[in-house]
């Protein structure tokens, strides 16, 4: 979202001054053909440009759920009717029911109500001020936000959830727009603001609730009464500190015009926006306070790498902002005097240079702990002696810095300055921050609604292609209701089975390869002779469970009894089970999940009835195998492995006389605790019966 260069006159209309000095509001002839502020006509209730400049109220207010707001839109669909003589005597407009009752309205026309009363024409009110449909008026109009406040007449700040208690002070001081982002400018830019209860009383104003305002948003009450003063950059961004917006680019957003910068409006780059604002600020100031922040204590990770710049504006402390240092003062009375009057320090340069590849920036500097290095700020905290500094890395294999132990702002001291030199170096700008990683899991869930994947094992293979026992997996398993398989960098492949009605077997390889999920589907007529399905056989007697699961009420000893009663799948007896001896279908809505990690202790939770022989299937049965299922199947078909998983297929066919069978895998929740990265995946197939000519 971009703005338009031709439609932004009022972003160069108007000067942004972050701190008045008088109320004479600072706008500038528009250009004929440029467009101007969208007004509200507080009598006809009718959005209006006007030809020249006019006085006008504006409102601030808590903003409610878009539907309950009055709209750009609702207004074009107001009924106005006719003039009643020559003298402005308008009727009443009308506006439909279903605007009527929106929770906004009342608020609305509360404010344009007032703003008549008091003789204003004009209001302006951004829920229905503003197209917000373009892009291009919604981007100007947030660029031009802070000089629209700052213009205006007189600011109405409507507090919705402060009633007509005794006590005002105290339901002022909980009041919720305290702790909006966009309320902050709001409060600041303009020269006059009443407060309002719900019930549009006047309860007071900015310059006689200085003292709790003060006390609520930390601003000082010479800033809030329009006094000549030049606060930080590091003492603008506590303002901010703890405020809420509905989206996360509004906390940068909100902020520019206390900061007397624009940018465009880019929404859906998250956090980059204040990133971005940050680098506006630095384009036209040199005041270091910008790099004075300091993440929480209570930080996950407190000794992690960082860029420069501040991730939010909630890590400048609010209790005693950073100020900034004048630079001569900075050089002749803090540093010389202990570095001595030869050092280099006397040239230090006063500004930086921002470039595609960071900060390039001429620090004082001296080694300290390890490998890390003290870099000196050209700030300190409102009653220290000495300034501030902070702790740089050298990134390995390159020129550059990050800053480390971004919890510690250092207060420093007359020997913290001793042996100090002036480096030149360039600081990362922003350094992604990843969680660290020491494990990772991922899941595999199975899910179908087709007969043909109604009786599922699987079976774990650590190492394919090398030599491991056959049970070093976890052996054969029942793929049952609530059953996880887990891949590992420790177990990387695996294959799932199903026996259909018909005796057909149909085998899924699944695996994990540089932490990518592939898939591989066989239906050869043979697969039978590498894989157990005895389990699949056994798995009921006249409808009986024999494996206990997580639903399962039938207990461990049950189990064990009615197994006693099942021919074992190395007996005679064994071939006369018929294939279709299965439990009765799951309902469509049953799914699967699979764990194959010998790293996640109690995932499988099922017991299952365990062949003695620990010699692989094909083994037993055939008299060949070389080693686990898996890696037989591999063996057997001539498997590419490493092909398989440098193509990392996602979506496979097979086509049988009767039907084609298709199986996809897609991604699933992820969520990272403790160091342990856990990504779930969803294993879908279908068979799809083949059109009949």
């Not at 803090?334 to 030869?342: A, D, E, M, Y």
């Not at 799914?591 to 996640?600: A, P, W």
């Not at 590419?640 to 897609?666: A, C, G, H, S, Y």
Request: charged fraction near 20%; glycine fraction near 6%; proline fraction near 7%.
């Amino acid at each position: 979202m971009l703005i338009d260069a031709e439609k932004c006159s009022l972003v160069a209309a108007a000067f942004v001054v972050p701190c008045r000095y008088s109320f004479v509001p600072f706008v500038q002839h528009h250009p004929s053909g440029e467009r101007k502020m969208r007004l509200l006509h507080t009598k006809k209730l009718t959005l209006e440009t006007p030809t020249d400049v006019q006085p006008y109220a504006i409102l601030s207010h808590r903003w409610l759920v878009d539907y309950e707001e009055i709209s750009f839109q609702d207004l074009q669909r107001m009924q106005i009717p006719p003039s009643e003589g020559p003298h402005d005597n308008y009727a009443e407009p009308t506006f439909p029911p279903n605007v009527q009752i929106k929770k906004g309205f009342g608020k609305f026309r509360g404010a344009c109500d007032y703003a008549f009363r008091a003789g204003l024409e004009y209001i302006w009110i951004d829920t229905c001020c503003i197209d917000k449909t373009s892009s291009a008026e919604l981007s100007e109009a947030i660029n031009s936000m802070y000089a629209w406040y700052q213009d205006s007449a007189v600011c109405y700040v409507y507090l919705h959830d402060v009633g007509d208690d005794r006590n005002v002070q105290s339901g002022f001081e909980k009041a919720n727009w305290f702790r909006r982002g966009w309320t902050l400018q709001e409060l600041i830019a303009p020269d006059n603001i009443y407060f309002f209860n719900k019930d549009w009383i006047k309860i007071g104003s900015k310059a006689t609730f200085a003292p709790i305002l003060n006390k609520i948003t930390h601003i000082r009450q010479d800033i809030l009464l329009g006094n000549p003063c030049n606060p930080s950059i590091a003492e603008k961004m506590s303002w901010a500190a703890g405020r809420e917006t509905q989206k996360i680019e509004d906390r940068a957003y909100s902020l520019m015009g206390l900061f007397g910068v624009h940018m465009p409006i880019i929404y859906g780059e998250r956090e980059k926006a204040f990133r971005r604002l940050q680098l506006e600020i630095m384009k036209s100031s040199d005041d270091q306070t910008i790099f004075a922040w300091h993440d929480s204590t209570a930080h996950p990770n407190p000794i992690r790498n960082r860029g420069l710049l501040a991730s939010a504006p909630d890590l400048f402390s609010s209790d005693s902002p950073a100020v900034a240092i004048n630079h001569s003062h900075f050089i002749n009375n803090i540093l010389l005097p202990i570095v001595g009057s030869r050092s280099p320090l006397r040239d230090l340069p006063r500004g930086y240079s921002i470039l595609n590849d960071g900060i390039h920036i001429t620090l004082p500097m001296k080694k300290d702990v390890g490998d890390t290095w003290l870099a000196v700020l050209k700030c300190q905290g409102k009653n220290q002696e000495f300034p501030y500094g902070i702790s740089l890395r050298e990134r390995s294999g390159c020129d550059g810095f990050l800053r480390t132990s971004p919890t510690k702002l250092r207060e420093l001291d007359s020997a913290d300055l001793e042996g100090l030199i002036s480096r030149k170096i360039r600081i990362v700008v922003d350094h992604h921050i990843l969680p660290t990683i020491n494990r990772r899991q991922f899941f595999f869930t199975f899910q179908s609604t087709d007969p043909v994947w109604e009786n599922c094992g699987y079976y774990v293979c650590p190492k394919p292609g090398s030599p491991h026992g056959v049970g070093q997996g976890g052996g054969y398993q029942v793929l049952d209701t609530g059953t996880r398989i887990e891949l590992s960098d420790s177990v990387q492949c695996g294959c799932v089975y199903s026996l259909s009605q018909y005796g057909e077997v149909t085998v899924l390889l699944i695996g994990i390869e540089h932490h990518r999920p592939w898939i591989h589907l066989l239906t050869n007529h043979d697969l039978y002779q590498h894989v157990d399905t005895s389990l699949l056989y056994r798995r009921t007697v006249y409808g009986a469970p024999l494996v206990s699961s997580p639903t399962s009420t039938l207990s461990t000893n049950q189990a064990d009894r009615l197994s006693l009663a099942l021919p074992s799948p190395t007996s005679p007896q064994s071939d006369t089970i018929p294939p279709y001896a299965v439990s009765p279908p799951r309902s469509p809505s049953s799914s699967r999940s699979l764990s194959l990690s010998h790293t996640s202790a109690g995932t499988n939770n099922h017991r299952f009835l365990q062949r003695i022989s620990t010699a692989p299937y094909s083994q037993l049965h055939i008299g060949g195998g070389t080693g686990c299922p898996v890696c037989s199947i591999i063996q057997k078909y001539s498997i590419d492995i490493n092909d398989i998983k440098n193509r990392r297929l996602d979506l496979m066919f097979e086509t049988r006389p009767d039907k084609q069978i298709e199986v996809d895998i897609r991604k699933g929740r992820v969520s990272v605790s403790k160091g342990t990265l856990e990504v779930n995946y969803v294993i879908t197939a279908v068979s799809v019966p083949e059109p009949e000519f």
